[in-house]
């Protein structure tokens, strides 16, 4: 079993559902030849011929309409969006086509396609490659949406993502493509599409969170221990529909919560997180849920990234003070 | 001397148009055979009839406050039913939100018609084309989802093609471009059929875009583009048939433009005596495609009055039958919002479901 | 002063703000003679010109596109999307630019524009004739995200946005367009971008909603009142920036609030109001925030609208219930 | 008889390519006045060495880790230069990521475009040509912008033109298209350059569509196309001028198709080995701008080692003098980030901006 990191762990899952279904198959710019920009692609066109791993013209919406017609004659698309910074012109054929085919025909044509996109900052890019659009996609009705934050996660998910009937987003968080390797086994084995995964536990605190920002809350949960505090930390993993019941659970048991993405705060996803949890547990409360999220500004070129984004300290900074209260 | 240090003509395009059958009704001697087969004639006539006829009853209905908004094809029905026959029962269509004349031809019921405009999504589950894309309301769409289609048919080896049909306001969008292009780009069996009614709603053709034809937008994509008169259901048939069988034998796609008119307001909620001229409408009834076929079956094919009253009286009992059960249908239960939404409903919709079951309001 | 409707109202603004500013053009499908297919534009045309009420060829992402060039231009385009649920394809152009023009030049160009939609249900609309998309919007940074509920602040609000120095989307709920009428004076006073409105006083339960769904929440109000309930009502109005200290004061107040809105649940804007409450009045709630929304479905086709929306049952069944808190 | 009873041909398009400078320097008869008056010429090719120069110096500044990813115009110079030199002060650039020598032309700064590369938004805030829209990129957004842009000119009466340049891949999308449509409808003064450098990263200008040119795709917008060797200066430059003086004149839009070659790798990011040949590029050197124009200032208008030398050095100067400014540039505090988000901060973010002010880390 070697060991491996996430974008390692997304292409194996890839070539595993190449190699099992026949009707899955990869489009999207420079998925071929290339391999992906991130190389998430790379070598399976190789293997499975330029038929299943198809380089498109530049057209997001059509890469996305494509997918939907494909779908509903049965095949499994994985569509590839070079950066999620680029999915915007997709959003109408998954909100008004990809989500309600199925509905649309009650159950006549379906539409079973993932869409993959590197997403978040961190990694000083260019402008429009660095966007958290996970909020926008939650919103929308009839889609699955998911973002694994390792590379064992982002194998099962994948799996589970191109197995699944519907259409899914899969969010990859590309700041940590290649920053931890682990151990994953090719059996193919999905994980659920509906379960979050608690990533270490305690009593003290819960610090809710996804994609990259995960390696934040390990960080801060590590410094809180040291301060006599122990934090829960639960990756939510899949967003849409989200594993209430781990954070409900866990926020009755700590009573206080901090909820953590890198996505700006106005209506990003940690307001439905917090928002459930004023609804469900608040008699647990013992203290105000906590957002530790980006800024309501545009993600910043990369010489302000790094104040954009939630640090370890900013996490810290919320946690204690959370922790202020009786 | 060299390509680079003169200038050159590169490349040279042609545009051209076809019809078989003039307003007066006479035939060319062009025509394809099919066009001399009374049968096929007869056949051609009734789908226009029964759209018309479908046509009326549903504006009616709609007037009645028993249907929802509806879109008429009035004066277009030879646009729609020439792609109906030309297309072959495997092959797959795409429809805009005015091609029930295809729609019935390939097997949807007017029932099913009928349920769809009136606001029950079931009405978009056919019973007979099954792999069939439900009407496309975004404008443009559909051609995203034929090329995705034809993708999978040409991987399939099939030999099967994807046919799409929006308005001429339809290739004013970006996804009507990027799907032609990857037609083009990847060589896929779909053909590509405007109905150039003239009309946007209020937008005029002529505002819609200044190229001269819709046909030669194909060009940018390097595809066929033609021009067919969409008030002849011969040369839309050919047309749409040439198209397909290239498509089918591995030649790749083509666009086509059939150039009609609406005779009928946008759609119900639409008034066009707003933005044009009664004057303009007039003119364009002597273009119409069924009293055209019609003047041509009684000159050459001897189409007595005994056969149009028998067809008519066919056609209404077929429509009114339809309508009436479309009428008598059952509602849905308000959980259907939940139960087509997903392959199997997430456990965390459970409570919102239950919440509207039972309960008409919920 | 007429009793006018709302979409009345949004045309005394639009033909208000062609008058006092040379800059400003209406754009959109089918604005010029037909005047919009809820006449929000009627007469316009005839007013000022077809070069100030542009007819554009059918393309949303375009349309928002060239207001951009325009915006930047120094003009104020008020582009008109038919119905908001054919926006999607523009979200690129105003996420990806109108919302960044000025910070991605540090304000050497500015991108003064609106784009109107009329939103919601309830009209038996065909399919995607009814989406409620304000959440998607109060996401993006850069842009204001208003939606006025009465013909005054239809008035006021429109030509808020219209004088307004950066991207404004402009939501109008097309089910109460002629639902009433009210004196509106053609005084030119813009109302600010960042009040809610209180309806009704109460102290009691707080219900912030906005649009359409003002008018169940009223009307629970008063339901509610005959039950000896006092239920103060917000109309929110501005989502983008939105006005926490309204919601947040009321709720320290009564100690209860309703969330109210058409659009899915799951990340709805509701979510966001509920978490910030859930930040910063934990401590004066007396029972939990409750959301009445549509659900996480795709919105009905007529026959089935009724049981997505809202109802003023629904809401006066959550009121009751968070009243039972003690 | 009726044009709708016959196949007619009803429209006809020609594509015409042009060039004037030979890959080996020979200058056409057909070449305009400018190309023959030895400043003209030595101002391009200055600017073109300048152009490299600095993709150099910026690849160069990227590969020690003090700058960020850069896409160098490596053997499209005459692309960008021919843009900046054919455009009036008075016109309104829309570039995309890779057109640096027009920006350059038209007065944004060597700093000013390290600083955007570089990472800072200021980069963008240019003390020339204040109208110019940043670089796009969002691919083919840009041209979306260029018809508002030219709407806008047209609207206050002036004959200044809007001109946006896309590569191959924008070709592709549909924001591309639906701009052009609207130049064509609304004959808006705007001119749409395509450098077709061959590449889309890594997709062949060949699988991104199927259209023989470029050009051609005037065709489904109403307009003129024209393709023009992009690796000679003199014909880009020509070409965008005329262009530019009929859409001054009222006459509407174009497109330009310039057929370059991407010699370096798609942007600093890439590896252009993974997925092309190196004889493949090596033959495009061959064509380079540079050289063939260097080699007609030689043969017919005497440029001299020392010209060339003087050139040179000034040049490096120049770029040295800028990668200076830029690597001694301050910081931007990071509550710049909410400082021209709006006009005016809404008071609803004022405690995120306090948050991070001061702190470097928030
Ligand atoms: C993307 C999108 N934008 C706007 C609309 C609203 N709308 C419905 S039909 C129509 C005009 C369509 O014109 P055309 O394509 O010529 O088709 P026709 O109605 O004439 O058959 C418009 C603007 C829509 N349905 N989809
Ligand atoms: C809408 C969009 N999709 C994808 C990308 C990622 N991307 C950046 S450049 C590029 C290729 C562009 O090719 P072309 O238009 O030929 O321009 P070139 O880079 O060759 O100058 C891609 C896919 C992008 N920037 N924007
Ligand atoms: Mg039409
Ligand atoms: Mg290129």
Known sequence: MAEITMV????????????EDPNVLILGEDVGIDGGV????????????????????????????????????GFRPVAEIQFSGFIYPAIDQVASHAGRLRNRTRGRLTCPMV????????????????????????????????????????????????????????????????????????????????????????????LVTWGAMVKESLEAADALAEEGVAAEVIDLATLKPYDAEAVLGSVRRTGRCLIVHEAARTAGFGAEIAARIAEEALAELVAPVRRVTGFDTVMPMPKLEHAYMPSTERILEAAREVMAWA | ??????????????????????????????????????????????????????????????????????????????????????MRPTDVFLPSFREQGAQLWRGVTVVEALLYWGGYERGSNFSGPRED??????????FAHAAGVACALSMRGEDRVAVAVGGDGSTSKGDF?????????????????INNNQWAISVRRGDQTA????????????????????????????????????????????????????????????????????????????????????????????????????????????????????????????????D???????????????????????
């Not at chain 1, 293997?47 to 791993?53: K, N, Q, S, T």
């Not at chain 2, 471009?177 to 059929?193: D, H, T």
């Not at chain 2, 087509?340 to 919920?362: I, N, S, T």
């Open chain 1, 8 to 19: 390692d762990a997304v292409r194996l899952a890839l070539g595993r559902a190449l190699e």
């Open chain 1, 38 to 73: 991130f190389r998430a692609t790379d070598g399976l066109v190789q293997r499975f011929g330029a038929a299943r791993v198809r380089d498109t013209p530049l057209a997001e919406s059509a890469i996305a309409g494509i997918a939907v017609g494909l779908a509903a004659q």
């Open chain 1, 115 to 206: 869409i993959r996109a590197p997403f978040g900052g961190g990694i000083h890019a260019p402008e429009h490659h660095s966007e958290s659009l996970e909020a926008l996609f939650a919103h929308i009705p009839g889609i699955r949406v998911v973002l694994p934050s390792s590379p064992a996660r982002a194998y099962g998910l994948l799996l589970a993502a191109i197995r699944d009937p519907d259409p899914v987003i899969f969010l990859e968080p590309k700041r940590i493509y290649r920053a931890v390797t682990e151990a994953v086994a090719d059996d193919g084995k999905a994980l659920p599409l509906d379960r979050a995964f608690t990533l270490r536990e305690g009593a003290d605190v819960t």
């Open chain 2, 1 to 86: 001397m060299s390509r680079r240090t003169e200038g050159e003509r590169i490349a040279q395009f042609d545009i051209w148009s076809r019809g078989y059958l003039s307003p007066e009704g006479d035939l060319s001697d062009a025509a394809p055979d099919f066009a001399h087969d009374r049968g096929e004639l007869v056949a051609l006539y009734r789908a226009m009839l029964k759209t018309r006829a479908l046509d009326e009853k549903a504006v009616a209905l709609q007037r009645t406050g028993r249907l929802g908004t509806y879109a008429s094809s009035l004066g277009q029905e030879a646009v729609s039913v020439g792609i109906g026959a030309a």
């Open chain 2, 133 to 142: 894309f439900p009407i496309c309301v975004t404008v443009g769409a559909q």
């Open chain 2, 177 to 193: 471009y990027e799907a032609l292009n990857f037609v083009g780009a990847w060589k896929l069996p779909a053909v590509f059929v």
């Open chain 2, 211 to 338: 190229a001269a034809t819709l046909a030669q937008k194909a060009i940018a994509a390097g595809l066929p583009g033609e021009q067919v008169d969409g008030c002849d259901v011969i040369a839309v048939r050919a047309a749409v048939a040439e198209a397909i069988a290239r498509a089918a034998a591995g030649e790749g796609g083509t666009l086509i433009e059939c150039v009609s008119y609406r005779l009928s307001d946008h759609t119900t909620a639409d008034d066009a005596s707003r933005y044009r001229d009664d004057a303009e409408v007039s003119a364009a009834w002597s273009l119409e495609p069924v009293r055209r076929l019609r003047e041509h079956l009684v000159a050459a094919h001897g189409w007595t009055k005994d056969e149009e009253e028998t067809f008519r009286t066919e056609i209404r009992d077929e429509i009114e039958a339809g309508a009436e059960a479309y009428l008598a249908a059952e509602p849905d239960p308000p959980t259907a919002m939940f």
């Open chain 2, 340 to 362: 087509y939404l997903y392959a199997e409903l997430p456990a965390a919709l459970a409570w919102q479901r239950a919440m509207v079951d039972g309960g008409e309001d919920g």
